[in-house]
C-alpha cells in the first residue's frame, strides 16, 4: 500500500504468527509522539533541549516528511521497544475515535478509505498487519473525545485574563463542563469501545485469531501538578510567562482530581464495554509526577544550572511535559501543538513501560523507579 498512512512493504512470508514480531501504536498525540523533540525546557535558547533536531517527526522512509502532516510521529515515540521486537507507528496528533477530513487530515481508529490513500488507523493496521507479525497493539485514545485541547485553551485564557483577587475558572465555564456531563461521558464511552471493536476488527481480517496478539490499552498522565506543586505562585503571570502552565490553583486541582480521572475512568469502561478478551491495562496517570510541567520538584535549564539535555542530570532535573504556547510560535522550531505533552524524556519513559508490558506479558501502573538513565531511558517499573 502507497499513499499517505504507510511506506510500502516488500512482499515477504512474514504474517500472522510469523516473522519479526511486532508492536504497532495507534491512537492520538498521547502516543503519537508529539512533543517527543525536546528534552526539557528552556526560555533562553531552544538548544539545550533540542534532543531530536529538525527531523523528530519525519516519518517517512528516508526521515525527510512526514507520512501524514502534523501527526508528530516522533523518533522517540514508544512504538520503538528494540530487542528484536519491530515497531510501527500509527497515531496521529489530534486523533479523535472516527477520521476527520478537515483543514487537517486526522485519521481515527477507524475503516476510513477515500481512495486516495487517505485511511483510518484501523484500516492501515489491518493493511501492516496482514504481511506482519503484530504481536501487540497500543492504543492511547479518548482525550480528543473530550476535547482536550479546547479545554486547556480555556484554563490559560481565563488565567490570563481574570485577576488573582477575581479569578474565572474554567472547571465551571460552560463549554468545559459539557464536556463532562454524564450524557457526554457516556457517549465518548461508546466511541472508544467502538475504536477497541475495530482494532480487533482489523486484526480478525488480517488473518489472526483474537489470541493470537493483545490489545495493551494505556491511561493518559497527569501533566501538571495540583496546585500545591507548582513551583510558581498563581499571582502575577508568571506561572504563564516563564512557566508555560498557566491554570489557576483551583483549575489545577479540578484537572487533576475531576478531568483526567473522569477521562481515565471512561477508557477503563470503554474496555469492558467493547467486550475484547484479549486487552491488557497500562495505568499511567502517575507516571510522570515528580518530573510535570512546573512541578517543583523541577524546573527550565537555567533555573537548574544545565546546558543541554546531554548532562547526566538533565532527566532529573528539567521537565517531562512541554510547555503552553499560547500565541504563536513564528521565528521558533515549536509548534503550538506540542504543548502540554510528553517530551522526549517522557516517550523514553513511555516506551520503557510499553516495553517491560510486552517482556512481562502483563498489564500494570508505570511509575518513576529511581532517578538517572538506563540505556539512555528514564528508570521506570511496571507494578
Not at 4 to 33: K, R
Not at 297 to 320: C, F, H, I, N, R
Amino acid at each position: 500500500m502507497t499513499g499517505l498512512g504507510l511506506v510500502a512493504s516488500p512482499a515477504m512470508a512474514d504474517g500472522p504468527g510469523s516473522g519479526t514480531p511486532y508492536v504497532v501504536t495507534v491512537g492520538d498525540s498521547y502516543i503519537s509522539g508529539e512533543a517527543g523533540r525536546w528534552a526539557g525546557s528552556s526560555n533562553n535558547s531552544e538548544a539545550p533541549a533540542d534532543a531530536l533536531g529538525a527531523h523528530a517527526y519525519h516519518d517517512n522512509a528516508s526521515h525527510t516528511a512526514e507520512l501524514i502532516p502534523k501527526c508528530h510521529r516522533s523518533q522517540s515515540a514508544e512504538a520503538y521497544i528494540g530487542g528484536g521486537v519491530g515497531g510501527l507507528d500509527l497515531a496521529c496528533s489530534g486523533a479523535r475515535t472516527t477520521t476527520s477530513i478537515g483543514d487537517d487530515f486526522k485519521p481515527g481508529i477507524d475503516f476510513y478509505d477515500d481512495g486516495a490513500g487517505h485511511l483510518g488507523q484501523a484500516k492501515m493496521l489491518q493493511q501492516f498487519a496482514a504481511g506482519h507479525n503484530v504481536t501487540q497493539v497500543v492504543v492511547s485514545i479518548g482525550g480528543n473525545d473530550f476535547n482536550f485541547a479546547s479545554i486547556v485553551t480555556s484554563c490559560v485564557t481565563d488565567f490570563l485574563t481574570s485577576p488573582s483577587w477575581f479569578p474565572d475558572y474554567c472547571k465551571d465555564d460552560s463549554s468545559v463542563v459539557a464536556n463532562f456531563t454524564s450524557a457526554n461521558v457516556t457517549a465518548v464511552r461508546g466511541r472508544i469501545a467502538t475504536a477497541f471493536q475495530n482494532v480487533r476488527t482489523a486484526m480478525r481480517n488480517a488473518g489472526y485469531g483474537d489470541n493470537a496478539w493483545t490489545l495493551l490499552v494505556q491511561t493518559y498522565p497527569s501533566p501538571i501538578p495540583a496546585a500545591s506543586g507548582f513551583r510558581y505562585g498563581q499571582s502575577g503571570y508568571t506561572r504563564q510567562s516563564v512557566g508555560g502552565c498557566g491554570f489557576w490553583n483551583s483549575d489545577a486541582d479540578w484537572a487533576n482530581s475531576t478531568a483526567l480521572n473522569t477521562i481515565n475512568t471512561t477508557v477503563r469502561a470503554a474496555m469492558g464495554q467493547s467486550g475484547l478478551t484479549n486487552t491488557r491495562l497500562l495505568e499511567l496517570q502517575s507516571a510522570f509526577n515528580g518530573r510535570r510541567l512546573c512541578e517543583n520538584t523541577v524546573g527550565l535549564y537555567e533555573e537548574v544550572g544545565l546546558s543541554s539535555w546531554t548532562q547526566p542530570t538533565a532527566v532529573d532535573k528539567t521537565e517531562w511535559i512541554n510547555q503552553i504556547r499560547t500565541v504563536t510560535t513564528i521565528g521558533s522550531d515549536y509548534y503550538i501543538q506540542e504543548s502540554l505533552h510528553p517530551n522526549y524524556w517522557a516517550q523514553l519513559a513511555l516506551r520503557s513501560c510499553v516495553r517491560q508490558t510486552y517482556t512481562q506479558n502483563r498489564g500494570g501502573t508505570c511509575i518513576i523507579a529511581a532517578p538517572g538513565l538506563t540505556n539512555g531511558e528514564p528508570r521506570m517499573i511496571l507494578n
